[in-house]
């Protein structure tokens, strides 16, 4: 919590405020690499490849499996085994569908125990919810992320959890923000989102009116200057002056 002093003006216009789930207030890339670190550690070809190109191309087919089971093509055991299939293809051409199954079963393990959260969501969270309704807005599976936000300590500080899977459609799509707008009684001007995905947050929160706020934790370049952004939610104070501040 702040001392008085430190404690920014909180402004009266703003109502609500949104938060994307993973990698905005949980860590899944930490995550995933550590987990990905624990499931190849003791087979052969890991110590001979190059770590960064291996995680680079489970990020690409992570998120392409990832659009294609929100579009119902895959159940999301299906997608899962094949991009797991597809990343070992270049490392471990030789290994046996029982073999891919057991590094599929190893990775399901590792990554629950692994799991971590970005540093201080938790306490930013707890600074807003007095003042503030709390929205997530995720493209995943609801059961997943309610279990994510249980595990973050978070459970008790969200108003309203609003999945793809729950509403149909994946951010950017308009829909999912009106729906959040709707749960939570509040209007795009009295609105903020914080997101790290550039397109599906805040392109997507600038298109239904609301203010955007990018979380930019990994230092790329920002393609739009009047966006405001943030690189970390630490120190508490800097990171609320910036979320909360007058349109």
Known sequence: MFLHSEKPALPTHLTTVLFDLDDTLFDHIATARASLRASAGPLAFFQAIDFEEFYQLYSELLEEYHALLMAGRYSYEEARRLRFERLLAPYWPTATAAEIDHFVQANQLHYPRLRQPIAGALALLQALKPHYRIGIITNNRTVEQEEKLHFLGMTGLVDALITSEDVGVPKPNPRIFEVALQ???????????????????????????????????????????????????????????????PS
């Open 183 to 245: 749960r939570l009684s509040t209007r795009p001007a009295e609105t903020v989102l914080v997101g790290d995905n550039w397109q599906a947050d805040v392109l997507g929160a600038l298109a239904v009116g609301i203010r955007p706020v990018w979380l930019n934790r990994l230092g790329t370049g920002r393609p739009l200057p009047h966006v405001a952004e943030i690189t970390s939610f630490e120190p508490l104070a800097d990171a609320l002056r910036i979320i909360v501040a």
